[in-house]
């Protein structure tokens, strides 16, 4: 895992270097789909867990290298997180708990892409590795105990140490597909966490990204 590391970060970062002399320059934004896959001693632990709307955007950059394929990369400011809802009734007394936690971070993809041409519609799939960097955080607490109601927030702290919440850096798998007509782009993606993201691995938890973006750009050409 860690050699799948080192090769994923030197590849992202020798692209983001190489930016500048990209013969495409655009724009993405769109919604995202997020949660996390989580475990503890091997058992996953989704049940409660639901998935978080939120959104995407930033600039991207593209570099033909042949007829119908290209490499494209991004840097995306994307919220990602996950939604809980835990309820039960006790001698008539209703309890519950719903919880949040919002994050934003830097996603810097690198995709290859194929491509074919339809009637002037150009139609592409995209498969590649990303980088995810953790830029900030929260976590939102709502409980009810009969009628009394609790709420609790505190920002996310990142690291890798077992007091902290998330390690900041992410790394995963993505893979999508979209249409392009006259420089505008409708796209989908999924998006993978491969390495675990708990700093809480002694204890045997592991937790990483998913997420689901469907995203509108455009394309200015050099």
Known sequence: MKTLVQVLTAILL???????????????????????LIKEDGEIMNEALNMRSGLHFGPTFEW??????????????????????????????????NSKVNLWYLDIP????????????????????????????????????????????WDIVWGANEDDDLKRLGLGLAVGGGIEVSSFVVEFTSHFGL????????????????????????????
């Open 110 to 153: 690198v995709f290859g892409k194929l491509y074919t041409n339809l009637n002037g519609i150009k139609v592409y799939g995209m498969f590649g590795p990303y980088i995810g960097i953790g830029l900030n955080g929260k976590t939102k607490v709502e409980e009810t105990n009969g009628t009394e109601n609790f709420s609790e927030e």
């Open 64 to 97: 033909g290298i042949g007829e119908g394929a290209g490499i494209e990369t991004a840097l995306l400011l994307t919220t990602k997180g996950i939604k809980m809802n835990e309820s039960e009734s006790f001698e008539s007394i209703a309890y519950s708990i």
């Open 195 to 222: 390495n675990n993201i708990s700093p809480q691995a002694d204890d045997d938890v592991v937790a990483r990204n998913r997420s689901f973006m469907f995203s509108l750009g455009y394309k200015f050409r050099k």
């Open 14 to 36: 020798s692209t983001i270097t190489s930016t500048v002399f990209a013969q495409t320059i655009g724009i993405k934004a769109g919604y995202t789909l997020s949660d996390m």
